[in-house]
């Protein structure tokens, strides 16, 4: 019982640790057959008209990646989404200021337990201290588990659509 005791305290602060170790880091590219959500959008696709791809890492390995597109309005699909950030991205530049008001969450993945939910919480702090963007909304798959994910982490249903199902973290 004993040495039961002792590898379930091990394992429990080797997961704390490596989320203490953490920190959020924008990354130039990620290899999109790891994605489970989206993975026939290519690099081009996700660093293009402003959007990004943010990681959680921890020592030299990335355990979770999130990528956003920045609009002015909530798209309710992936066509919807290109064409929002390409008009958001376009009005920035014309008016030189910043990209769009609402962060778009399309797709978030883990790699390690835990990352996920670190990966929200972290770039819901890093929104937070923006001076520009307001909301941070979702544009994530119709499946029980992309709903629940959601809720669990504090997010409202904002609408479900057609296609995708749309979430709002309050910031």
Known sequence: MRELNKKVREK????FDWIKGAELVELKSCNPEEDPIRPELNNDFRTSYGRKIYGVKHKNDICAIMCFGFTNDIPTNVKELDLMTRDAHLQSIRRDQRVGKIAIAYTVWSKKK???????????????????????????????????????????????????????YKI
Do not use: Y
């Open 12 to 15: 429990f602060e080797n997961f």
């Open 114 to 168: 835990g990352g996920g939910k670190l990966i929200v919480k972290e770039v819901f702090k890093k929104i937070k201290k923006s001076n520009h963007l307001n909301r941070l909304i979702t544009l994530s798959p119709l499946t029980d588990m992309a709903r629940n994910f959601h809720l669990r982490n504090g997010a409202i249903e904002l609408q479900v659509n057609e296609e995708t199902q749309n979430f709002e």
